[in-house]
């Protein structure tokens, strides 16, 4: 749904071709998926597996303790 939402975005507000406004649209959704992975090598969960309160991972042998942006 959001990437239907960028891509009507990108060829009704920007002017771009059906194809532009889909690269645009992957780039986005790649780039906001990268951005909620932890960047601990150990780790790599998505921020949706860490508390947010202090961040520790909620899997059970995952070393990791802080969620790293």
């Given at each position: 749904?959001?990437?239907?939402?960028?891509?009507?975005?990108?060829?009704?507000?920007?002017?771009?071709?059906?194809?532009?406004?889909?690269?645009?649209?992957?780039?986005?959704?790649?780039?906001?998926?990268?951005?909620?992975?932890?960047?601990?090598?150990?780790c790599?969960?998505?921020?949706?597996n860490?508390?947010?309160?202090?961040?520790?991972?909620?899997?059970?042998?995952?070393?990791?303790?802080?969620?790293?942006?």
């Amino acid at each position: 749904m959001l990437y239907s939402h960028i891509v009507h975005y990108y060829i009704d507000k920007k002017g771009c071709t059906k194809e532009e406004a889909n690269e645009i649209a992957q780039k986005v959704i790649m780039r906001e998926a990268q951005r909620r992975i932890c960047k601990d090598s150990r780790c790599t969960h998505s921020s949706n597996n860490h508390v947010d309160s202090n961040g520790t991972c909620l899997i059970l042998d995952c070393s990791c303790i802080k969620f790293l942006k």
